[in-house]
């Protein structure tokens, strides 16, 4: 299964993403997670994503290009993959295209999850992130079953520097003006799934195996 799970900042696409990855067996590629990682390691790349992650720009396409192109090379993505926050561009939707021709592989589906701003807004706003291994809580719809501790890995949760409100709104302003243009792309090569993302984690699953046909 090769899939993009799309949509605003907020929408579910981490959440979607790891239930996905796991009932596939195939790697979750996050390219928020990757850049999120080099931050804390403090290497230059890091240092670099950082000046537009905080301020809830987008980092420049041939950067985020590259991880990807890289990442897509390695084995473990030869049964398929997920990717989660990537295409983000126009740009970076034809570059996929093309390392994908390369690779001889093509993609599944896309799945979009639609959700309205004032509920993404409430997502992100109460969202904990695992330190270690990047998995998502919120403290009402997911919470960890031990305070502040990572159920998956024993981990340390702690609130994403750019899930402050001012910088959600500049999140989701980036996303209609340079993302959702890639919806076009998509739907244009019949790939495009939309899914009703304002439903319960549980609920969402369901209608994404639904779409992609699997039970
Ligand atoms: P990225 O990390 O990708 O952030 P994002 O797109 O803003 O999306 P989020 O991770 O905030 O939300 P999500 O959709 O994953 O939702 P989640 O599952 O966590 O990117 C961060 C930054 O990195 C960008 O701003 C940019 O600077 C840079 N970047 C990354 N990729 C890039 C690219 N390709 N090009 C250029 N720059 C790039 O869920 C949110 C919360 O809601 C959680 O608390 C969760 O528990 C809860 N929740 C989830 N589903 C439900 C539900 N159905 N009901 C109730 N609660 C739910
Ligand atoms: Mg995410
Ligand atoms: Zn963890």
């Known amino acids: 299964m090769r899939l993009i799970i799309f949509g605003p900042p907020g929408a579910g696409k981490g959440t979607q993403a790891q239930l996905l990855a796991n009932k596939f067996g195939i790697p979750q590629i ?10 804390k390691e403090g290497t230059d790349l890091g240092k670099m994503a950082k000046t537009y992650m905080d301020r ?28 989660d926050g990537f295409p983000r561009t126009v740009k970076q939707a034809e570059a996929l295209e093309n390392m994908l021709k390369k690779l001889g592989v093509k993609l599944d589906a896309v799945v979009n999850l639609e959700v309205d701003e004032e509920e993404v807004v409430k997502r992100i706003t109460l969202r904990r992130t695992c330190r270690n291994c990047g998995a998502v809580y919120h403290l009402v719809f997911n919470p ?22 001012e910088t959600v709104r500049n999140r989701l ?35 994404v195996l639904k779409a992609l046909g699997v039970q």
């Open 56 to 83: 809830g720009q987008l980092v420049p396409d041939e950067v985020v290009i590259g991880i990807v192109e890289e990442r897509l090379r390695r084995p473990d993505c030869a049964k398929g993959f997920i990717l």
């Open 173 to 207: 302003k980036v996303y209609r003006e340079q993302t959702e243009p890639v919806l076009k792309f998509y739907e244009a090569r019949g790939l495009l799934r939309n899914i009703n993302g304002n439903l319960s984690i549980d609920q969402v699953f369901q209608e």
């Open 144 to 165: 960890p079953k031990k305070e502040d501790v990572c159920d998956r890995c024993g981990g340390p949760l702690y609130q994403r520097e750019d899930d402050r409100e």
């Open 30 to 39: 996050a390219t928020g997670d990757i850049l999120r990682e080099a931050v």
